[in-house]
């Protein structure tokens, strides 16, 4: 159950993450450009928003890290169908006559 739900809560982070990058402007505008004018200031602040912005980005992918550290130490544990798996292997493999091999024998260069 916690394994699904961290995987979930990384993808979720995942997208908001590439919405957020979206939003910005490698050159100052992003989304402070996107209001226009003097309504930016009024509504978000214009240098609010590249604060804001950035946060989100930093959050999310802090976010993404530990969700998947997370998802690491809860994963559910296969450890006993391989020891079965190793088991059946070895147990096939003393049952199996090792048949000792002969080189095949080469001519050498007299032709004989």
Known sequence: MWYTLFIVLAIISSVLLVLVVLAQNSKGGGLTSGFGGSGASNLIGVKKTGDVLERLTWGFAVAIMVFSLA???????T??????????????????????????????????
Do not use: C, F, H, Y
Not at 71 to 77: K, L
Not at 91 to 101: D, R
């Open 71 to 77: 998802t690491n130490m809860t994963t559910p544990s």
């Open 79 to 112: 450890a006993v169908e391989s020891d079965e798996i190793l088991e059946r292997a070895k147990e096939q493999q003393q049952a199996t006559p090792i048949l000792p091999t002969t080189p095949a024998p080469t001519k050498d260069s007299t032709g004989k």
